[in-house]
């Protein structure tokens, strides 16, 4: 994986693009919460970083109500309230928030100090959070209830990237042990991480001084199942209350109203090895676009439960269908003649070994020779980073670490990106990805991000395949369950058990 300097970023949106997605279930504490039952909910993905709040498991941790930012996302995607309870912009790097009165779960409370530490922390990860990928800030405590944040270069979008679950605020004990940082007891949300048997199961404990108030359930007993037929399984015999991902192929199985689909911002795309193997030849890269029929996965594999992949960003971002641009400058498609090529995937989405199985017969009918790898994600990603595949079949959703899409082109497309599954190199590209960056008026900015998209689809680096709706399993006694576009959230203190009403 290539290292990632930090370059100058002038980036951000005033106002967020909003999403055809809602929320379809708020925090909801009213009702009899003092006693609540457990609730019981089964995950799709482990902890892979041993819940480290930088990585992957910091999305995790979010979902599970234990972490929070300074700020959060709302239904539109616009940077609202969280542990700061208001901000202003004091100039072009400096922004000045003001914090609510809130509590840590080992008691300590929630100061200018220690929050300013934990973003200090942040910014010193290695590796670094997603959300500060490309940018430096600096923050520092002002009186007694305000942080003083400032940005090497520009950046009116500050506030939607400290929504990030990547920059979660935790107490000074999470940091004791040097590089391992711990959000075992020192986090501000709902839920308390009391214990974890590694990638099997975790145990939440309700923390009765959350500033939001009460949750309705007593805890949450957490279980990993990355077998998709297994989770669902597990929601239809009462076993678990919710069941995340349910494949397609299992939602007919669930009872009426126990299968609730959620428009997200989530690609399934195809990332081809533009550094080194066959398709590091970029005609074989157009060959294998060609090669590939994304309606057969749209309606075979997803049952419908997907729209063919049109470009990086689905149609749950409403800029994506009015302000696409057509590539333009591609190269002549090459003969395969028999190239080997090596496809990888991981089992934890179901559908995607299913994919790539489909994706070997096309790419196998025009003249390549497939090999398949199937492993689960934790165990694959890594290799995948590094480039020891020569195809990539992965889900990202694009609006994840920051909500800004011009971070998820920067991250995943641009030289010196983060997350480049594609190892893609590309001068046009980081120039089209830096003019986006250097645009602050939303609607030019939100123009020359679609054509920085433009402009890395004609590398063919990337084929895009599906826009997935994503399901997830409802048991009828459950209440108060949070549909997120954005995948950051899925249960709040309204989420419980009883009587629906």
Known sequence: MRSVRHRPLIAGLL???LLTGCFAAQNDSSGDTAGGARLKVALAFPPSENFSPYGADATLLSRLGVTEGLTKLDANGTAAPSLAASWKQENDRGWLFTLRQADF?????????AVASALTHA???????????GVSLTAEPVGKDQVRITTADPDPALPLRLSSPGLAVLSAKAYEKGDKVSPVGTATGPFELTQSTGATAATLDRFDDYWGGLARASGVDARFIADGTARTNALRTGDVDIAEAVPVSQAASLDKGHARETATARTTALQLNTEKGAFKDPGLRVAARAAIDTSALAEDVYEGHADTGEGIFGPALTQAESKRHKPEGRAKPQAPDGQTITLG???NRPELPEVAQVLKQQLQKAGFKVKLEVRESSRIEGDALEGKFDAFVGARNTMLDTGDPVSVLASDYTCDGSYNLSLLCDSSVDKAVEKAENTADTAKRQDATMAAEAQILGTDAVVPLVHQRIITGVGGSVRGEILDPYERTLIGTGTGTGTRR
């Open 345 to 347: 995937t991981y089992d």
């Open 15 to 17: 106002v967020a693009p």
């Open 123 to 133: 910014g010193e990860a290695k590796p670094l959070t997603a959300a500060l990928s």
């Open 105 to 113: 779960q080992d008691g300590s409370r929630v100061t200018p100090a």
